[in-house]
């Protein structure tokens, strides 16, 4: 009988505990709409002067436009959007964007470590 009352007490604390636990559905997600990704004013500046001439759906680089479309991201379910972000994180920590053959025609084009940042801490779901 002791151990029935003892083994209640314990599973009416646990109960309790995780009860009092805050709740965080989604640690470290980038902020996307259910329905379709909304990329802040800040991240699309950067995307604009940086990376929308190649990857976009009218871009005469065919390459880039099939690895990342930011027409379609714009109007990506959450799931798609949330996988398509976290491969821009690892091209940008794996400094792959924007190409070496590219900047070596437009030096420009390279991306500055506040840039760089700001698209990390959208990608990755960073509060910067």
Avoid at 24 to 40: C, F, G, K, V, Y
Avoid at 77 to 106: C, H, Q, W, Y
Wanted: charged share 35%; hydrophobic share 40%.
């Amino acid at each position: 009988m002791k151990k029935l009352a003892l083994f209640s007490a314990f599973g009416f604390a646990l109960i309790l505990f995780l009860q009092a636990m805050p709740k965080n559905d989604s640690p470290l997600q980038p902020e996307i709409s259910d329905e379709a990704a909304q990329i802040p004013e800040n991240v699309m500046a950067v995307v604009q002067q940086k990376c929308y001439g190649c990857h976009n759906a009218e871009s005469k680089n065919e390459k880039g436009k099939e690895k990342l479309d930011w027409d379609e991201l714009n109007a990506a379910k959450k799931s798609k959007a949330l996988a398509t972000m976290k491969k821009i994180t690892e091209v940008l920590e794996g400094d792959e964007m924007p190409p070496e053959k590219f900047l070596e025609r437009k030096p420009e084009g390279k991306l500055t470590d506040e840039e760089k940042a700001t698209l990390l801490a959208w990608s990755s779901g960073k509060k910067k």
